[in-house]
């Protein structure tokens, strides 16, 4: 698997906010994301959660593969996208502050509304509730998680679903474990 460079993303949020000559105000009022927490994730060097990544995308009107695409790759096919398990890409196997880490799977389709995701979530994660448009699809694969959705806590085990609303604030740690993983499919209906 390949990591990705974290640097590179953040600066491909910034390229991209100046190319369709967004100030960070603008950008802050498309994402409802503040002025200064995206000025952070521009300057941080750390790529932010996967549900700022998608409203930050959604807000600039790219695909998510625009900040994991390197330069020197060649262009996605919209038909049919093949990524073998050492081709994933990784994105925080070093740590980072959210307290998972995720792998895209399909990184080379180009111009999907669904983009899956293997996220390993330690028991050390912070409670940050994520909230983003679209809907979300979770199946644990691997360890326990205490999901939290509408101010209450679910128990997912291993072969366990959820399917919901991802407007409404969410958030996942794990427990009974150190780790747990699952698929996580993340669905914008604002691109459809």
Same mark, same amino acid.
């Given at each position: 698997m390949e990591e990705l460079d974290e640097k590179a993303i953040c600066d491909r949020i910034r390229d991209f906010r100046l190319m369709r000559n967004l100030t960070l105000d603008n950008l802050a009022s498309l994402t409802e994301l503040t002025k200064g927490y995206l000025s952070r994730i521009e300057n941080a060097g750390k790529a932010p959660p996967i549900s700022t990544l998608a409203k930050i995308a959604a807000a600039l009107k790219v695909d998510m593969i625009s900040f994991l695409k390197d330069d020197?790759?060649?262009?996605?096919? $919209?038909?049919?996208?093949?990524?073998?398990?050492?081709?994933?890409?990784?994105?925080?196997?070093?740590?980072?502050?959210?307290?998972?880490?995720?792998?895209?799977?399909?990184?080379?389709?180009?111009?999907?509304?669904?983009?899956?995701?293997?996220?390993?979530?330690?028991?050390?994660?912070?409670?940050?509730?994520?909230?983003?448009?679209?809907?979300?699809?979770?199946?644990?694969?691997?360890?326990?998680?205490?999901?939290?959705?509408?101010?209450?806590?679910?128990?997912?085990?291993?072969?366990?679903?959820?399917?919901?609303?991802?407007?409404?604030?969410? $958030?996942?740690?794990?427990?009974?474990g150190p780790t747990a993983r699952f698929l996580c499919v993340i669905y914008d209906y604002r691109r459809s």
């Open positions: 020197d790759e060649e262009d996605f096919d $919209s038909n049919l996208a093949i990524i073998k398990k050492n081709e994933r890409k990784v994105i925080g196997s070093k740590g980072v502050p959210y307290g998972y880490t995720f792998e895209s799977l399909a990184y080379r389709m180009a111009g999907k509304n669904m983009e899956p995701y293997l996220i390993t979530i330690t028991d050390a994660a912070p409670t940050t509730e994520y909230q983003h448009e679209g809907e979300e699809f979770i199946h644990i694969i691997e360890g326990k998680i205490a999901f939290s959705y509408e101010e209450q806590v679910h128990i997912l085990e291993e072969g366990d679903s959820a399917y919901f609303n991802a407007g409404i604030p969410h $958030s996942g740690r794990s427990v009974g």
